[in-house]
């Protein structure tokens, strides 16, 4: 979630044509999930696919801000850099240390609603 603090009045207009006033000092949070899980940008938003950013054929070629785990601007993720250094590693000892199995080869796709921990797919 990225929040920011309104510096002034604003008026913005949302695509249905429907203006919101957000005003001076109010807290404006934006889940980047609402944007990764567009159906408008992504095919089967729920479904896992990594092969959908492969490179030539991203699903949100074109589409600005459509993919931002980092999130953007002045108060992008400052560790990013590191990050990206780290998640191979911390990926290559968890998978040398556990031997994670699909608890049902069927489920791909779970109910936005209801993901609770305890039904997540993989085994160790
Ligand atoms: C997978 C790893 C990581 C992800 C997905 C991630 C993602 C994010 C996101 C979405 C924000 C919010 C930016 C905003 O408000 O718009 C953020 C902020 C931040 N992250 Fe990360 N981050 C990761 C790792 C790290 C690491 C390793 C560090 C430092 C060692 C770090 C330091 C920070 C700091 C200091 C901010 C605040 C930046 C600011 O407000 O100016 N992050 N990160």
Redesign the pocket.
Known sequence: ????IMNSDTVVTAKSGKEYLLKKHSAVGLH?ALRHLDEQIYKDPWEYRPTRFTVGEEENRGVPWSW?????????????S??IL??PVVMAYMLREVSPWLLDAAWTSPSPSSLPCSQLALAV
Do not use: D
């Open positions: 979630m990225a929040w920011r980047w931002m785990p980092f999130s953007g601007g002045t108060h992008k993720c400052s560790g990013y590191l990050a780290e998640i």
